[in-house]
Structures are given as C-alpha cells and as structure tokens.
C-alpha cells in the first residue's frame, strides 16, 4: 500500500531562514510526487510536482528515490510562505500526508 | 482557467438528516474526487470517478455514497449524517487523458452535523 509521512504537523521558521519541508514515502513502482499548499482562505492547489523539476515561488523538491524522500525547501523564507502544505503521491488517485502548517516569523 | 464549485460553503445538519454536497468542474475532466479534510488527518479519499456512472470506493467509503450522472457533477450524499461526519469536504477533479494527474480543488464544504 502507498503511503505518505510527513513528520511535523508544525513548523515555525524565520522570516529570510531557510525551510525544510520533510515528506517520505513508500510505494511500489515509479512514484509521481506533488506539493500541494493551501493559504489561508484559499483553496488547495498544486504547488510542483517531482517530473517538472521545476521552482515554483523558490521552493523546490528533489525526489530521492534511496531514502524514499521528496522534501521541500526554500532558502530564504518569506511572509507569504505561511500556509499547509501537503505532500501527496500517486497518478489517478492520490495519497496525502498529513500535511504540515508552517508559519513565517516576521 | 479550471473551475471547481462546490453548492455550500457552511452547512449544517441534524443528526440523521440525508445530506447531499454538490460539486461542478467545467473542464470536462473525466476524474473527480470527494475528500474530507481534518486536523491531524489530512486528505482522506471518499469516493472517485473515473467517468459518468463509474465510482470507486476510497479509503473511507462508510456512510457516504456518490453520484455521477454527468461528466461535470459529482455529488456526495450522507445518507444519515452523523456527529463524526462534521468535516470539512473537499471536492477535485482531474483528466490524466489531457496528460496531467494534477488535481483542481474546489473551495470546501464545511459541514456541522448536530
């Protein structure tokens, strides 16, 4: 069965302090991977996903298929980065964690 | 741009009461998705359907069912609402056949049953 780890419900960083989201997995086969955020009072919506290896709002992800692994981060922390985050995992149906609210010291 | 629309924003319910939470794509995604969303527990799977009429059960099917009688519709029916329902509901939808597993979300229902 799939199933996605995300270790801390909350996460308290700096403002300008770098961000570590942690996701682990396990999963049979070629996994796709994605961030999801919710701001508040917005709906969820897909932040990256591991096949476009792409940076989105400076926040990137790695997939690390050795330590079943897909973390979040971003250098510098911003105001605006205050959200849930949700690492999920799948094709047609997806997994979610648990998701991790991180807040953004001024 | 996809839009996902769900019938409620708040809604709330006696005990026993039949409960049913609409929600509309107007991509033609042949996917959708009913979640519920709580603290500690994430996104937890009701129901998907992978077309008109077809569903499949997810991770938490018991005490709710699902309709799909056009593409862009799928409801959520609580057939007898219950305290431990109170949640909020998360709609999606999706179209692997247009290359893409992303998910769209709806805005959520939060649902108070009393």
């Known amino acids: 069965a799939q199933r996605v780890t995300q270790p801390e419900k909350l996460l308290s960083v700096f403002k300008g302090a770098p961000v570590e989201l942690k996701c682990n997995y396990s999963y049979s086969g070629s996994p796709e991977l994605f961030w999801y955020v919710q701001y508040s009072r917005q709906r969820l919506q897909l932040l990256l996903r591991h096949i476009s290896r792409e940076s989105i709002k400076g926040f990137t992800a790695d997939l690390n298929k050795g330590e079943t692994s897909f973390h979040l981060k971003k250098p510098f922390a911003q105001e605006e980065d205050s959200a849930m985050y949700y690492c999920?995992?799948?094709?047609?149906?997806?997994?979610f964690g648990t998701g991790t609210r991180l807040t953004i010291i001024p | 741009d996809v839009k996902v629309t769900q019938s409620s924003r708040y809604l709330v319910k006696r005990t026993g009461e039949k409960v049913f939470l609409e929600c509309v794509q107007d991509?033609?995604?042949?996917?959708m998705f009913w979640y519920r969303q709580d603290p500690g527990l994430g996104l937890r799977l009701i129901y998907f359907?992978?077309?008109?009429?077809?569903?499949e059960k997810g991770d938490i099917p018991e005490g709710y069912s699902v309709s799909r009688e056009k593409k862009e519709r799928f409801s959520l029916i609580l057939e007898s609402a219950s305290t431990n329902q109170t949640s909020m509901y998360l709609c999606?939808?999706?179209?692997?056949?247009?290359?893409?597993?992303?998910?769209?979300f709806g805005p959520g229902t939060r649902l108070t049953v009393t």
């Open positions: 999606a939808s999706s179209s692997p056949g247009q290359g893409s597993y992303e998910q769209y």
């Open positions: 359907s992978y077309d008109v009429k077809m569903k």
């Open positions: 991509m033609d995604h042949e996917n």
């Open positions: 999920a995992l799948g094709r047609e149906k997806l997994t």
